[in-house]
Each structure stands twice: as structure tokens, then as C-alpha cells.
């Protein structure tokens, strides 16, 4: 379909071989251990310390009962050991095959405790730290997939960490404010690569408090279906037979058309994503003709809007 907007297919990239993968592998899967005490090490706790961080970004979501605001404030701290390297397509076939080798990627979080806090307009909320080293903020600065990535592991590692359910659908990232609240501090645990089994994704480096870590925690790997964004069906004329319809999608989480997949055809309309933030699949009333099809997207509102016109139908 034509667009004003490109909405590229991801291309694979399969030219990699054995040794180049596993060269990788290694990589992904080095120990990012940067000190941990030997005695704590030994006894097999995790030693653990305040960590001073700086605001990156603010999330904003709800929590899925009763629709109470929450905001994830990720933030930054070269206390906390660094990510493993991974280009795009490495990270596009880690999100592709979670259960293979490769899903042993792992992201060091400190995540903090919820807190009752204020909203700028005074009604109460509540606020989460996520704490990562500033090389993950930076990276997804460069990339919308790693970016997406990113908010995806802060969003799931508070949920599993504290029991939560958040909305995916109100989920924001705010444009003019990196933080909630007032700056704490975590206490952390030092990260211990340990003998036991592969740990996917993120590897949670937060205690409770200084003195009384907990136990380092591992979380899966996104594996949900990707939510459903919000999106608004218009057809033109609003009476009558239709002879287009105009489909307008918030997409908040996307900067960039270039990691959109749109196909219309027949009455069904397909959007994914390549970093799995949203997925949107319908069907319409009547067949469209798919080769009048247009869509665009305009990455200061984050709205796709997709013009379909009937097929068959009466001129616009």
C-alpha cells in the first residue's frame, strides 16, 4: 500500500554464521559483576549499598484496579553494573524467540518501593524508582526498539516485583518531566553472576534497605501479547454507504514509522510493531481497496492515521 509515511517490513538479517553467534552469545551472557564483595559472594547473599541515581525519563500509567495513576520514574546510576551490548537486530530476534539461547540477555534494574506521591495537579498518585545504568537511557535515545525494550522491562519489573497490573493502554511517557517526586535513594546489591541457570532479560539488583537485602530476582522476558492501542474508526460519509473509511491510531510509545508493519487487505487491518509495544488487528464492515490505501504518521502527536477507501464504493 502507498503511504506518506514509510511503514517498512523488518528484513532479518540471516548472514551471521555459527561462530559469529556464538561470539555473541558470549557477549550477551559476559559477567557484568563490577565488585562484588568476596565474603557475600562467597556466602552466596549479595552485598548490598545505597545507590545514587539521576532522574532519565518519567512513565506514566494506571494501575488496571480502579485506574489509580502511577508513575515508573526511570532513572540513572553508574552504580549499577551496564547492559550487554546488542544491536537492533539482535535485540529484534532476542523479542522474536524469547526461549532461545540468546533470551539470556540480561538488563540490571534496581527497582525501589512504591510511595504515595503528588501529580502536578495535587490529586494523590503513587511513584516506583527504576534504576539502570545511564548506558541503557542513552541507548534508547538512538534506538525506538531498544527505547520500547526498555520501558517494557521498568513497566514488567514493576509489576512482578510488587504484584501490580498496569494499563499498557494509558501508558505515556512524559515530554516535560524526568521525575515524580523527590530523588531517594536504593539500596542495591551488588550483581553476582552466580553457577546456577541462565537468566532471561532483567536482573533485579534492588534490596528492600541497606540492611536487609533481599535476594536478587529474576524476571521472564516480555512474553504477553502486545496491548491494543487506542484508535478511533470514522467512516466518510457518516451516513450512508461509506465510501472511505479513516482510522486514527495512538501510538505514544513510537517515534518513528520505520518500526510500524501495517497491511490492509479485504476487510482486515493489521498493525504491529517491531518492538512488540502494540498490536492491532480488526475487521471492518466491507472490503477495502487496498491499493487507494494511504497512511501517515506524524511523530509529534504519535498518531498514525490510515485512509482506506471502499472498495467499489461512491467517489470521496
Given at each position: 500500500?502507498?503511504?506518506?509515511?514509510?511503514?517498512?517490513?523488518?528484513?532479518?538479517?540471516?548472514?551471521?554464521?555459527?561462530?559469529?553467534?556464538?561470539?555473541?552469545?558470549?557477549?550477551?551472557?559476559?559477567?557484568?559483576?563490577?565488585?562484588?564483595?568476596?565474603?557475600?559472594?562467597?556466602?552466596?547473599?549479595?552485598?548490598?549499598?545505597?545507590?545514587?541515581?539521576?532522574?532519565?525519563?518519567?512513565?506514566?500509567?494506571?494501575?488496571?484496579?480502579?485506574?489509580?495513576?502511577?508513575?515508573?520514574?526511570?532513572?540513572?546510576?553508574?552504580?549499577?553494573p551496564?547492559?550487554?551490548e546488542?544491536?537492533?537486530?539482535?535485540?529484534?530476534?532476542?523479542?522474536?524467540?524469547?526461549?532461545?539461547?540468546?533470551?539470556?540477555?540480561?538488563?540490571?534494574?534496581?527497582?525501589?518501593?512504591?510511595?504515595?506521591?503528588?501529580?502536578?495537579?495535587?490529586?494523590?498518585?503513587?511513584?516506583?524508582?527504576?534504576?539502570?545504568h545511564?548506558?541503557?537511557?542513552?541507548?534508547?535515545?538512538?534506538?525506538?526498539?531498544?527505547?520500547?525494550?526498555?520501558?517494557?522491562?521498568?513497566?514488567?519489573?514493576?509489576?512482578?516485583?510488587?504484584?501490580?497490573?498496569?494499563?499498557?493502554?494509558?501508558?505515556?511517557?512524559?515530554?516535560?518531566?524526568?521525575?515524580?517526586?523527590?530523588?531517594?535513594?536504593?539500596?542495591?546489591?551488588?550483581?553476582?553472576?552466580?553457577?546456577?541457570?541462565?537468566?532471561?532479560?532483567?536482573?533485579?539488583?534492588?534490596?528492600?534497605?541497606?540492611?536487609?537485602?533481599?535476594?536478587?530476582?529474576?524476571?521472564?522476558?516480555?512474553?504477553?501479547?502486545?496491548?491494543?492501542?487506542?484508535?478511533?474508526?470514522?467512516?466518510?460519509?457518516?451516513?450512508?454507504?461509506?465510501?472511505?473509511?479513516?482510522?486514527?491510531?495512538?501510538?505514544?510509545?513510537?517515534?518513528?514509522?520505520?518500526?510500524?508493519?501495517?497491511?490492509?487487505?479485504?476487510?482486515?487491518?493489521?498493525?504491529?510493531?517491531?518492538s512488540?509495544?502494540?498490536?492491532?488487528?480488526?475487521?471492518?464492515?466491507?472490503?477495502?481497496?487496498?491499493?487507494?490505501?494511504?497512511?501517515?504518521f506524524?511523530?509529534?502527536?504519535?498518531l498514525?492515521?490510515?485512509?482506506?477507501?471502499?472498495?467499489?464504493?461512491?467517489?470521496?
Open positions: 500500500m502507498s503511504s506518506s509515511s514509510s511503514l517498512s517490513m523488518p528484513v532479518a538479517d540471516e548472514s551471521e554464521d555459527a561462530e559469529e553467534k556464538l561470539r555473541i552469545l558470549q557477549q550477551l551472557l559476559a559477567s557484568q559483576d563490577s565488585g562484588a564483595a568476596p565474603a557475600a559472594a562467597a556466602a552466596g547473599a549479595p552485598a548490598s549499598r545505597q545507590v545514587a541515581y539521576e532522574p532519565g525519563l518519567c512513565i506514566k500509567t494506571r494501575q488496571d484496579s480502579g485506574g489509580a495513576k502511577l508513575f515508573i520514574n526511570l532513572c540513572r546510576s553508574a552504580d549499577l551496564a547492559p550487554p546488542a544491536t537492533d537486530e539482535q535485540l529484534a530476534k532476542l523479542l522474536e524467540d524469547p526461549d532461545s539461547h540468546a533470551a539470556r540477555f540480561r538488563v540490571p534494574l534496581s527497582i525501589g518501593e512504591p510511595r504515595a506521591e503528588r501529580d502536578h495537579a495535587g490529586s494523590a498518585c503513587t511513584a516506583i524508582d527504576v534504576v539502570a545511564p548506558s541503557l537511557l542513552d541507548r534508547m535515545r538512538a534506538s525506538d526498539l531498544y527505547r520500547n525494550f526498555a520501558i517494557s522491562l521498568a513497566v514488567e519489573g514493576a509489576e512482578a516485583k510488587h504484584g501490580l497490573s498496569l494499563s499498557r493502554r494509558d501508558l505515556t511517557v512524559l515530554r516535560n518531566k524526568k521525575y515524580v517526586g523527590s530523588i531517594e535513594q536504593q539500596a542495591a546489591q551488588h550483581f553476582v553472576r552466580s553457577g546456577g541457570p541462565p537468566k532471561p532479560f532483567i536482573q533485579e539488583v534492588s534490596g528492600s534497605e541497606a540492611t536487609a537485602p533481599q535476594p536478587s530476582s529474576s524476571l521472564s522476558a516480555p512474553s504477553k501479547t502486545p496491548p491494543r492501542p487506542e484508535f478511533r474508526l470514522v467512516q466518510e460519509p457518516p451516513y450512508g454507504s461509506p465510501s472511505h473509511f479513516v482510522c486514527e491510531i495512538r501510538l505514544p510509545l513510537i517515534s518513528s514509522a520505520g518500526s510500524l508493519q501495517l497491511q490492509v487487505g479485504g476487510d482486515r487491518l493489521l498493525l504491529t510493531c517491531r512488540r509495544a502494540y498490536r492491532l488487528d480488526f475487521y471492518l464492515p466491507v472490503c477495502i481497496d487496498q491499493a487507494a490505501c494511504c497512511a501517515q506524524d511523530a509529534d502527536s504519535r498514525l492515521t490510515v485512509t482506506m477507501p471502499v472498495e467499489g464504493g461512491p467517489a470521496a
